[in-house]
């Protein structure tokens, strides 16, 4: 594998007076040779010349949180990530590679979850490069590669959770958000590390049941959170049973026998756990009666 080389190159605003003047004081002595028809001078005039242009075109601009990449007819020379005005040897070739936090959002992927359902999953991925040769050289396109291995990534994670959990210790994509985004990235990182990036942070930004079972399931989460109000009524009006009778067995009021607490508790829970308002019935005799 080809690991980045950090390179110093020379300061550009060193290299850049240097070149100039040697240009200057070229040209000027190409011009008299030219004029004294001195041959050697003229040559040696028309050498140096050549020579500052051809420096000159070894300056180049490393902007913030960018890297230029060196390569001498092939082969990687190094990185260049100090900013400023730079020169190296105008035979390298420089290549310019941003450094900047960068993020990708998938389009939405039509696939299965754990439990064989069909669900639309995107996911928002924030990375940066942290290596430039291996960006360079380990893969053809690395932008390519992130969004090809991310989308991969979102659709190998589907498959692994559910869309909605059936219990409490279940981890759901749509229960368990922190969780299954840490697995995300993990899973992105070790897939985008052979190219040199860095995962800063991967979230699902769109999670929902395909169209056509949407209606569906729909019903189903109305259904479930009913039987949870269910159950917590039930819970509630068994208790306020218990508080009344233990109430009245305290009482010496009223004395009730088994079958009228049966009765009782009957009617309690008939008034407690129903859906509607009771109708009550004004017993006007005994309580026998």
């Known amino acids: 594998m080809v690991r980045e080389i950090r390179r110093t190159a020379l300061s550009g605003w060193l290299a850049l007076p240097a070149f100039l003047v040697l240009a200057v004081l070229s040209a000027g002595g190409l011009v008299a040779a030219a004029r004294y028809a001195w041959l050697a001078g003229a040559l040696t005039a028309l050498l140096g010349l050549i020579v500052a242009l051809v420096c000159l075109g070894g300056l180049f601009v490393v902007n913030p949180n960018e890297a ?6 092939g082969a990687y020379a190094g990185t260049v ?3 400023g005005l730079r020169w190296a040897s105008p035979f390298l070739t420089k290549r310019r590679l941003s450094l900047r936090v960068r993020n990708f959002e998938s389009g939405k992927l039509k696939v ?3 439990d064989g359902n069909p669900i639309e999953i995107a996911a ?5 490069v942290v290596d430039s040769a291996e960006a360079c050289f380990e893969v053809d396109d690395f ?3 992130v969004k090809v291995q991310t989308e991969s990534a979102v659709r190998n994670l589907a498959t692994r959770y559910p869309y909605d959990a059936h219990d409490d210790e279940q981890v759901s994509l749509r229960g368990a958000t922190a969780s299954v985004a840490g697995d995300l990235k993990h899973e992105v990182h070790e897939r985008l590390a052979k190219a040199g990036v860095e995962v800063i942070e991967a979230r699902l930004s769109h999670l929902a049941y395909a169209p056509e079972i949407a ?10 959170a009913v039987i949870a109000a269910r159950q917590k009524i ?4 068994v208790g306020m049973v218990e508080m009344a009778l233990e109430k009245l067995s305290h009482s010496a009021q009223v004395q009730l026998d088994d079958d009228r607490k049966a009765a009782m508790v009957s009617n309690l829970l ?17 309580l026998y009666q």
């Not at 928002?124 to 940066?128: E, I, K, N, Q």
């Open 68 to 73: 230029r990449v060196l390569q001498l007819f």
């Open 81 to 83: 990530r100090d900013s």
């Open 112 to 114: 299965n979850d754990s």
């Open 124 to 128: 928002v991925v924030v990375w940066r």
């Open 143 to 145: 932008e390519h590669y």
């Open 215 to 224: 209606a569906a399931m729909l019903r189903r989460q109305q259904a479930g």
């Open 234 to 237: 039930v819970e509630g009006a």
């Open 270 to 286: 008939v008034v407690l756990c129903a859906d509607r308002e009771a109708q009550p019935v004004v017993n006007t005799g005994t």
